[in-house]
């Protein structure tokens, strides 16, 4: 439940060892690299060059690469599905394939074959194209290489539309023009017409000014119909060409998954050229600055053992730089830094939130689902995805534990898909179930709302206080008693006072009001005058008067967790309602059994995912919103090692 110790370093490497270095480094993810612009080095030092040389030539090479194994999907089963979307490998068969000399002949190959169906294709296009365009002339049985040689006729064959093409045929009869019509339909008038070479500027003139869109048949040797015969027999010999190159293909398929370890090997190969060049040096020696985990310096140290001529040193970090923060926490807190990673990590040196944040969050889950059957359904499922889950499983624990958590208020509140198991126990006699539920239910939220209104005003209550005192901590853990004291100590008591007058002024004596009203001037004055403790003391008294303003925010804060609340009784309302109309429809005859299971299961499956949604926004807004605010800032940069990083397998560590 702390932010990690960071120790910045610089890594000086003789250019022998550079790669190696990195690609060690790489396996273990034990550095933070910083980037050019960030090193201290480079701005300090102008005769440390960075060379930044791109690797274009393996960059092209993992494109194609890339190409070639979405080609090799069609080919192949992808041995991946939505909860394991990285095909599972081992330490041992990622390292043979990286080093399989011979797979790159087979990528090539690969390549080849996908290259020439691309050509192919692309060709088959091009001639369906023509063909589309000529089938629609095939009435015209003339050749085509034949028209031109007519010394006194001017051929035209086009398109018109529809529109035009009854005055354009008017015009034309005042010439010795001769129009055939091939095809029309409602976009064009096909038609191809003959006309006196002294008189073709004119017509062509009409025909221009009247949308005409002319055939270019001059490409073309013979008749359509020889040309659609040419142009289908050719079709047919692509496509038998296209098929032979995806019969080669078929042949590499089953190494797909070696192509796609090969891609993530040279991937993270790409990475480490593009570090070494982007880090600071001269003629003999690389530079390599960042972060470490100051408690894993000794796996630093243990590494570099191999190295001959690299070693590092401790630096101190420049004034005002952003140190990146890693956070560790015990087994039971763990899950949900999920959670606090929807918010952003906290700066250096700061709390880290997610032990506090932890149980108040599974329990407010729980208390805006209060149903014990839902909560039992989301543990079996959490079991499923935590099994089934490829990568990051925080969240599924996390979502875990706040099952639990609902499984308990849901017990509590009587919630077992709303009183449908409660009611079955009545029905059918069953005294055990019935007395069991009775035994475990505090109160009903639908019959008692004012208890659980209560319930979460002190819910409430406690996380600020909490938040306010975590708040109070952290200043004394920094050495700034004044803030702790006046800014979080002092509201924890003015608040308190306030609540007592406010709450129970009936349950204490008068003296003991009169102290308490002492203490809350004296509470008030002490926060107006000393909050703001820079500038003139007219900045001061109205900075404080701000400050103070803000007892209207702890009450919005405060009503805010009545939203705990609102949303059991919406949970608890809609399973009622569901159960209510399945009892109804069970009354109809023969397929009342049947209507009523259908209501139960999608009624009750759309209320526990709709409820479980809201618990989980309204959770996540009490702590960003109302419960972060009072001791935790965020913003800090997240630590991010340089490691290696896959996108097509998953490597597991488990195997060998």
């Known amino acids: 439940m702390a932010v990690v110790d960071m120790t910045k370093i610089l890594i000086a490497s003789h250019?022998?060892?550079?790669?190696?270095?990195?690609?060690?480094?790489?396996?273990?993810?034990?550095?933070?690299?910083?980037?050019?612009?960030?090193?201290?080095?480079?701005?300090?030092?102008?005769?440390?060059?960075?060379?930044?040389?791109?690797?274009?030539?393996?960059?092209?090479?993992?494109?194609?690469?890339?190409?070639?194994?979405?080609?090799?999907?069609?080919?192949?089963?992808?041995?991946?599905?939505?909860?394991?979307p990285k095909v599972p490998v081992s330490r041992k068969q990622y390292r043979e394939v990286a080093e399989n000399s011979e797979l790159e002949e087979a990528a090539e190959k690969v390549n080849s074959a996908r290259k020439q169906i691309d050509k192919l294709r692309a060709e088959d296009y091009e001639l369906k194209l023509k063909y589309d365009d000529l089938v629609k002339w095939k009435d015209i049985d003339i050749p085509l290489?034949?028209?031109?040689?007519?010394?006194?006729?001017?051929?035209?064959?086009?398109?018109l539309p529809p529109r035009n093409f009854g005055t354009v045929q008017k015009q034309l009869e005042e010439y010795d023009v001769v129009l055939d019509v091939v095809c029309s339909d409602k976009k064009c008038v096909r038609f191809a017409a003959a006309a006196d070479k002294s008189q073709a500027a004119d017509v062509q003139k009409i025909l221009r000014a009247s949308e005409f869109e002319a055939f270019v048949h001059t490409d073309y040797r013979g008749t359509i119909a020889e040309n659609l015969e040419y142009i289908e027999q050719k079709r047919s010999t692509i496509s038998d060409r296209i098929?032979?190159?995806?019969?080669?293909?078929?042949?590499?398929?089953?190494?797909?998954?070696?192509?796609?370890?090969?891609?993530?090997?040279?991937?993270?190969?790409?990475?480490?050229?593009?570090?070494?060049?982007?880090?600071?040096?001269s003629d003999s020696v690389s530079f390599f600055e960042g972060w470490i985990k100051t408690n894993?310096?000794?796996?630093?140290?243990?590494?570099?053992?191999?190295?001959?001529?690299?070693?590092?040193?401790?630096?101190?970090?420049?004034?005002?730089?952003?140190?990146?923060?890693?956070?560790?926490?015990?087994?039971?807190?763990?899950?949900?830094?999920?959670?606090?990673?929807l918010y952003g990590s906290p700066q250096y040196k700061d709390v880290d939130p997610t032990a506090f944040m932890a149980p108040f969050f599974a329990v407010f889950f729980g208390l805006c689902l209060t149903d014990a059957a839902y909560g039992i359904i989301m543990i079996l499922a959490s079991i499923f995805f935590i099994k089934k889950f490829q990568g990051d499983k925080k969240f599924f624990r996390a979502l875990a534990i706040c099952s639990v958590c609902t499984v308990v208020a849901g017990a509590m509140t009587g919630g077992w898909f709303g009183t449908l198991i409660y009611d079955f126990a009545v029905k059918n006699d069953v005294g055990w179930l019935s007395g069991a539920i009775d035994s475990m239910t505090w109160f009903d939220p639908l019959v008692e709302p004012m208890t659980f209104l209560y319930l979460s005003l002190a819910m409430g209550y406690i996380q600020l206080m909490f938040g306010l005192g975590v708040g109070c901590w952290d200043y004394l853990r920094k050495g700034d008693v004044a803030s702790a004291v006046i800014n979080k100590l002092c509201w924890i008591l003015l608040l308190n006072a306030l609540i007592i007058m406010g709450g129970f002024s009936e349950a204490i004596s008068p003296a003991m009001g009169?102290?308490?009203?002492?203490?809350?001037?004296?509470?008030?004055?002490?926060?107006?005058?000393?909050?703001?403790?820079?500038?003139?003391?007219?900045?001061?008294?109205?900075?404080?008067?701000?400050?103070?303003?803000?007892?209207?925010?702890?009450?919005?804060?405060?009503?805010?967790?009545?939203?705990?609340?609102?949303?059991?009784?919406?949970?608890?309302?809609?399973?009622?309602?569901?159960?209510?109309?399945?009892?109804?429809?069970?009354?109809?005859?023969?397929?009342?059994?049947l209507a009523t299971l259908l209501i139960l299961v999608i009624g009750h499956t759309f209320n526990l995912l709709q409820s479980g949604l809201g618990a989980f926004v309204h959770t996540l807004r009490l702590q960003f919103v109302e419960y972060f605010p009072k001791f935790f800032s965020g913003g800090g940069m997240e630590f991010s090692p340089f490691s290696r990083n896959t996108r097509y397998v998953h490597i597991e560590e488990y195997k060998n």
Not at 247 to 256: G, I, Q, T, V, Y
Not at 541 to 560: N, T
Not at 569 to 591: D, H, Y
């Open 514 to 593: 009169s102290v308490l009203k002492w203490i809350t001037i004296a509470l008030l004055a002490v926060i107006g005058l000393f909050s703001v403790r820079e500038g003139s003391w007219v900045v001061r008294i109205a900075g404080g008067l701000f400050e103070l303003f803000g007892l209207i925010f702890y009450l919005g804060d405060l009503l805010s967790y009545l939203r705990l609340m609102a949303l059991g009784m919406a949970t608890a309302g809609v399973a009622m309602a569901v159960n209510i109309m399945a009892e109804t429809t069970s009354q109809t005859p023969l397929i009342g059994w």
């Open 296 to 341: 894993q310096l000794h796996c630093l140290d243990a590494m570099l053992e191999k190295f001959e001529s690299t070693g590092y040193t401790k630096i101190e970090p420049e004034e005002g730089e952003q140190v990146p923060v890693a956070i560790e926490n015990s087994k039971w807190a763990r899950p949900f830094e999920a959670i606090l990673g």
């Open 243 to 281: 098929k032979a190159e995806r019969r080669k293909a078929e042949d590499l398929a089953d190494k797909n998954t070696d192509f796609q370890i090969l891609h993530d090997y040279l991937r993270n190969k790409a990475d480490a050229m593009y570090a070494l060049s982007d880090a600071p040096g």
């Open 15 to 84: 250019k022998s060892e550079a790669d190696k270095l990195l690609a060690e480094l790489q396996e273990t993810g034990l550095l933070h690299l910083l980037s050019s612009k960030d090193s201290a080095v480079c701005r300090n030092y102008d005769q440390l060059a960075c060379r930044a040389e791109k690797p274009r030539k393996l960059e092209e090479k993992i494109s194609e690469l890339q190409k070639d194994i979405s080609f090799l999907e069609e080919f192949s089963e992808t041995p991946t599905s939505l909860m394991q």
């Open 145 to 159: 290489d034949e028209l031109e040689k007519f010394e006194n006729v001017k051929f035209f064959i086009g398109t």
